[in-house]
């Protein structure tokens, strides 16, 4: 199968990395942030305005030192030995970085993450369906919702941004239960497609 897997809070644990750049740049403390459960992913209403400044101040310069999840690198390289082709799907445009592309493999090879191709595009949906993707693992509700409306089955990587909301995809918290979803998912695509033959 193609499989499309996010980076931020899905390979990553950015939510927590980028608290003391957030409160830096805002001028708050990170128990401040703590307390309020906000990072660069969920800044508040009157934050929102100087938002693209943070991105533009911050995103080149630290993103290749993003903190991996402890499981990430192996989750993702043992679906790759299964046969599997695995491609980075990340919102990352020349908006907030210099050169995304160059940014986010120079991140990925920091995280040890072997990948087949790597696509920087806030429709991922249209990318999923462009080429050819089963599954899209990924943290944020909206991504996993537009993915579902064109077929492809959604893992919604659980973080401390999405935790409180509703929804009905399949929930993972880290890449052992990522890699039995695929599984899962892998097994019974095998048999729809048996049972119509």
């Known amino acids: 199968m193609n499989i499309a897997i996010d980076i931020d ?36 209403a009157e ?35 299964l046969g599997h082709k695995i ?21 990925l090879n920091n995280g040890g993450i072997i990948y087949d191709k790597l696509i920087c595009s806030f429709d991922k949906a249209a990318v999923c369906r462009e080429n050819g993707i089963s599954v899209l693992i990924d943290d944020m509700p909206h991504n996993c919702e537009a993915a579902q409306n064109v077929g492809i089955v959604p893992v919604l990587f659980n973080s401390k941004a999405n935790i409180g909301a509703n929804v009905a995809f399949r929930r993972v918290n880290d890449w052992k239960e990522a890699v039995r979803e695929v599984e899962e998912i892998r097994q019974s695509i095998a048999g729809e497609m048996r049972a119509n033959n």
């Open 9 to 44: 809070d899905t390979l990553t644990n950015s939510f927590d990395y980028f608290q003391p750049f957030v409160a830096e740049f805002f001028g708050v403390t990170v128990a401040e942030l703590k307390e309020r459960n906000i990072s660069y992913g969920n800044l508040p």
């Open 87 to 107: 491609f980075i799907v990340t919102a990352r445009t020349t908006d907030f970085y210099t050169d995304p592309y160059k940014t986010t493999a120079e991140e």
């Open 47 to 81: 934050w929102k305005s100087r938002e693209l400044e943070f991105f533009r101040a911050y995103y080149d310069k630290v993103v290749p030192q993003t903190t991996f999840k402890p499981d990430a690198k192996g989750g993702v390289n043992f679906l790759r030995s």
